[in-house]
């Protein structure tokens, strides 16, 4: 035997390269089988989400205690603009302190007419219940004779103002028909062109020039007329008055004579304007501007400036004749109270008159109480003891009687929650939020952000914010420094497209999903295996919005009833065993030259 194995290491030491090459052609079809025996097919599956719409609230959580606080809206009793906020929010304030102060000073303009006036009743008093004295009836008599002088000075002005007033008719109609006359010459003539009458000729000067030119001749004509109809009517009233006439009468011719020169004035205005109508239609065409147009021109303007002194002067006339008028009614109505107050200060004090000023002064009192009552209005307090939890009003602005200028809260059940600076950054005051309890299983409360504080705390190196939740309803279960979570809804969004968030990527900034081609028709997108598509799915680029723990807002890209890849499925097999290519020994049997072994034998 041992003869045996000797002669067969002897043999395959001699053929040791051949021995090789076969031991690495078995390993290798080994290897191979294995793989194919190993081995099975991958297919990769997509699970498929519809696009829905629907309501998409978007909220931050964070956990703290329960304080106990009140809260109260503050409303002014008045309304006025903010002058001065002595308070900011989160202050502590006692009962009485001033927070806020309105413009107050009407009210205290209405306080001090209201002292006054008490003053002068009180001093109306005094006077009512004292004797007169010599020098009070000869005051009051001064005062009497003074509203009589001012009576007869008053009818004085006034006969005269009618004088005047026939002077500025019998003037306006010493200048009234000329200009009456020119500006009919000057419609109605033919100095233009010899042939047609002035009005037709500007007309055809400018007809073409613009489309409304026979407007500008229809009104001229038409104010021409208007005013030869009342000029002629006015012509004869003044004919038929004189100076002597009766007020009324001159009243009336005034007036008329007034509107006349009113519809003269505007008939010069339509007639200028044709005429500057015609010259700038010439000018704009290089045309020859005949010179009397340029008379016609001076004409108007000499006419304009008469027509317009007479106006002035008919009017500040009328003016003159009321005001000496309302003059002597005042005079008579002085008249009376000064000789009334003479014969009261001459009889002395009646009884009733002094119990009437008792009740006046007790009035005006009344008043100034009232008034310094609503000048306190002015400056709102604080009801209580408690703290500053918002200011609704900046200084400036309007503040409404009514509406809230400042909230205070005190003995009210509050959450104290801490929110890191990414989640503060989206909670405002007045947001809703829900709280919940670890002592009370299933109880939830609803409630609101009343305060959130603009400095941090750090601790290490992370940032947290205090905010202050304000409990919508009170439950007695409910204790002070009791553990809350809160849920705040930072964002609520209606009616909007939702995809699950598994199936939002991102690449380079930019927001996408996944979409298969040709899905089969019986696809389902609540099956949780998936499909299977030969088809690599496609990128659709999104514009994403508010998103919260499940769902992402699609702003566009997406329709509802969109099937999206929320995740994807590849599925492998792995090999069993792992065959060794490089083995150096075969059935415990040491090949030289293949292994660790020593120099073959024989070297």
Do not use: C
Request: proline letters at 3%; aromatic letters at 4%; a negative charge.
């Amino acid at each position: 035997m041992k003869t045996f194995f000797s002669g067969l290491k002897k043999r395959v030491s001699e053929h040791k390269f051949i021995a090789a090459v076969v031991i690495v052609l078995v390993a290798w079809g080994g290897y191979y089988a294995y793989g194919k025996l190993s081995t099975t097919a991958t297919e990769t599956r997509y699970v498929l989400a519809a696009v829905e719409k629907g309501t998409l609230v978007s909220s931050v959580s964070g956990t703290g205690q329960v304080s106990v606080l009140d809260q109260m809206d503050i409303k002014p009793k008045v309304s006025g603009d903010v002058t001065s906020i002595l308070v900011k929010e989160g202050d502590t304030v006692k009962s009485g302190a001033l927070l806020i102060k309105l413009d107050s000073t009407d009210a205290q303009k209405a306080v001090r007419d209201a002292q006054a006036n008490l003053d002068s009743a009180k001093l109306a008093l005094q006077k009512l219940v004292e004797p007169a004295d010599a020098l009070s009836l000869i005051q009051a008599q001064d005062a009497l004779s003074q509203a009589q002088q001012s009576k007869q000075d008053a009818e004085a002005n006034f006969s005269k103002s009618y004088d005047d007033g026939f002077n500025s008719i019998s003037n306006a109609f010493t200048d009234l028909p000329a200009v009456v006359t020119g500006l009919d010459n000057l419609l109605h003539g033919t100095s233009v062109n010899g042939i047609q009458t002035n009005i037709d000729a500007y007309y055809n000067m400018a007809n073409g020039y613009k489309p409304n030119v026979s407007q500008f001749r229809d009104a001229a004509a038409a104010s021409y007329q208007a005013a030869r109809t009342a000029y002629d009517q006015n012509v004869q009233d003044y004919k038929n008055a004189g100076r002597t006439s009766d007020h009324p009468t001159i009243d009336s011719l005034l007036s008329e004579t007034y509107n006349t020169t009113i519809l003269i004035s505007d008939a010069l205005k339509d007639t200028k304007n044709l005429i500057d109508l015609a010259y700038d239609s010439l000018n704009s065409q290089n045309g020859k501007i005949p010179a009397i147009l340029t008379t016609h021109e001076n004409n108007l303007q000499s006419y304009t400036a008469t027509t317009n002194s007479h106006l002035t002067d008919l009017l500040n006339i009328q003016n003159s004749i009321k005001n000496y008028s309302d003059a002597i009614t005042n005079a008579n109505q002085s008249i009376s109270e000064k000789t009334q107050a003479l014969t009261d200060l001459k009889n002395g004090a009646n009884p009733l008159d002094i119990q009437s000023q008792q009740l006046a002064v007790t009035q005006r009192g009344n008043a100034l109480l009232d008034a310094q009552e609503t000048l306190a209005d002015y400056s709102i307090r604080a009801p209580f003891d408690g703290v500053v939890a918002k200011i609704d009003v900046n200084k400036g602005d309007p503040a409404s009687s009514g509406a809230v200028v400042t909230t205070m809260i005190s003995n009210q059940s509050i959450a104290n929650v801490s929110l890191n600076e990414v989640d503060v950054a989206k909670v405002k005051v007045g947001q809703k939020a829900t709280m919940t309890f670890d002592a009370f299983s299933g109880l939830t409360i609803a409630g609101q952000v009343s305060q959130v504080d603009t400095i941090g705390t750090v601790s290490q190196g992370v940032v947290n914010y205090n905010i202050q939740i304000l409990f919508g309803t009170q439950d007695d279960r409910i204790k002070p420094s009791m553990s809350v979570s809160a849920s705040i809804i930072t964002d609520v969004k209606q009616d909007v497209l939702l995809v699950p968030n598994s199936a939002v990527k991102t690449q380079n900034g930019n927001s996408y999903v996944q979409v298969l081609i040709n899905v089969p028709q019986n696809a389902s997108s609540t099956s949780s295996q998936g499909i299977v598509s030969s088809i690599p799915p496609s990128q659709v680029q999104i514009t994403t919005g508010i998103s919260n723990g499940s769902k992402t807002e699609v702003a566009s890209g997406l329709n509802e009833g969109d099937l999206i890849v929320t995740r994807t499925i590849t599925g492998t097999t792995a090999a069993s065993a792992s065959p060794t290519a490089q083995s150096s020994s075969l059935g415990g049997l040491r090949i030289p030259g293949l292994g660790g072994g020593g120099a073959p034998a024989g070297r």
